[in-house]
């Protein structure tokens, strides 16, 4: 024993093995083991830390993020927006031509004095037909854009319709930063559940990501629109707040004032206190158009 010192559990009685072999291979085998592990989990983290593979993001790694944040846009652009249809429309009543509830699509034709390959974004979209604001002006005169619907049957519904539009499941974020949240599925008047206002718990829920409107416009690559319908029960003053109005440029802006809780009034000074003049009303929108619009031409008067 003397003789091996330290390293008595080497020392082995000839022809037969340590008694302490066994527990060495296991410790040595073990050490190997946690050893190769901490160098998959580093290499891990290291590709973790390249902004370009955002692929390998956790949805939690963007939650607070700002909304120009590169690693956002390019999130939204490959995980969330999916691309245009192909192939022809599938309508449930193909003859109509305006889809509106009150006539707005031709209103903002007017005001845009029948402007043909326009961009809007709509926010909700519902099933992308009915009640359109937008598919009137995307099938008659060309214009591209985005639908926005958190619903998913509304989503899975407007899917189907094969409309020429990115679309997008998520809701317009209250934020100015990506958020989840809880919404209450609810046909034409589903919402976010805010704290208290669903007290009673009834109907059906699901949680679906919001996405600050500037992100989504930069995932489409444009800070300019010739539209922006704005449907999302209630938080579409909290949705304006968010833009950052020195760096986008919006011609029309058609929102539901009925339901925000700050009321109409207040909806109307946020809007003409960024240059926007409120052009008409039809039934529950309000049209609002940039003071600086180009006027269409009078002629000699
Ligand atoms: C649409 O109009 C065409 C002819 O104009 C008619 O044949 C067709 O049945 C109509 N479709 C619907 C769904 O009303
Ligand atoms: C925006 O630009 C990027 C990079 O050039 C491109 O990959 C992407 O398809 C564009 N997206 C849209 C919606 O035009």
């Not at 009543?93 to 004095?113: A, H, M, V």
């Not at 049957?153 to 934020?175: D, E, M, Q, T, V």
């Not at 207040?266 to 929108?285: I, K, N």
Request: glycine content about 8%; charged content about 20%.
């Amino acid at each position: 024993m003397s003789a091996c010192g330290e390293w008595w559990w080497w020392c082995a009685r000839p022809g037969r093995l340590p008694r302490a072999a066994p527990l060495s291979i296991l410790l040595a085998t073990v050490l190997t083991l946690i050893s190769l592990l901490f160098l998959l989990n580093a290499k891990a983290l290291n590709r973790h830390s390249s902004p370009r593979q955002v692929l390998e993001l956790e949805d939690h790694d963007l939650e607070g993020a700002p909304q120009h944040h590169p690693d956002l846009v390019t999130y939204i652009r490959q995980l969330h927006l999916v691309s245009p249809s192909l192939g022809p429309y599938n309508l449930h009543s193909p003859n109509t031509t305006d889809f509106s509830q009150n006539g707005q699509s031709r209103q903002i034709e007017e005001i845009l004095k029948g402007k043909r390959g326009g961009l809007f974004v709509e926010a909700g979209a519902y099933n992308g037909e009915e009640l359109s604001n937008t598919l009137y002006l995307e099938r008659q005169l060309g214009w591209r854009g985005l639908l926005v619907e958190p619903d998913p049957w509304n989503f899975w519904a407007l899917r189907k319709r094969g409309r020429r539009a990115h679309s997008i499941h998520a809701c317009l974020s209250p934020y100015p930063f990506p958020r989840e949240v809880t919404f209450k599925q609810s046909d034409t008047m589903g919402h976010i559940v805010n704290g208290g206002d669903d007290a009673s718990r009834h109907g059906i829920f699901t949680r679906v990501k919001c996405f600050p409107l500037y992100s989504l416009l930069l995932a489409l690559n444009t800070t300019r629109l010739d539209l922006l319908s704005l449907d999302v029960e209630g938080a579409e003053l909290q949705v304006l707040r968010t833009v950052p109005w020195e760096a986008v440029r919006i011609e029309v802006i058609c929102v539901e004032y009925r339901h925000v809780p700050e009321g109409k009034l207040a909806l109307s000074s946020f809007l003409q206190e960024r240059g926007y003049t409120l052009h008409s009303t039809l039934g529950d929108d309000y049209i609002f158009v940039r003071r600086d619009l180009e006027r269409p031409s009078l002629g000699i008067l």
